[in-house]
């Protein structure tokens, strides 16, 4: 598969070679690609947890409207509280 890349990324690419710690093009993008994969499965793993404890929030409290003006204005104080 020909994948085609800028000239930086290509730079970028073959200098990790060159620093010997990898041996060629391709450990650099496998690495690259495992470190990707690794970042979505923990951007999953936080997203369903986020999931989890709003169905947990629903069920102990019942759904209720967001004021987000007062959320900002909560977050703001607490703020200048802990300064």
């Known amino acids: 598969m ?3 890349v800028t000239p930086k990324l ?7 070679v060159s620093s010997g ?3 060629n093009t391709d ?11 690794e970042r979505d499965m923990y ?9 989890k404890d709003i169905d947990e929030g629903y069920r ?12 900002i204005r909560r977050k703001t104080d607490k703020k200048a509280h802990d300064c």
């Open 60 to 71: 102990i409290g019942g759904r209720h409207d967001l004021d987000v003006q007062e959320i």
């Open 2 to 4: 020909d994948i085609p």
């Open 27 to 37: 450990e650099v993008i496998s690495e690259a690609l495992r470190l990707l994969d």
């Open 43 to 51: 951007k999953m793993r936080g997203i369903e947890m986020l999931k």
């Open 21 to 23: 710690i990898y041996g």
């Open 10 to 16: 290509a730079q970028r690419i073959q200098d990790k």
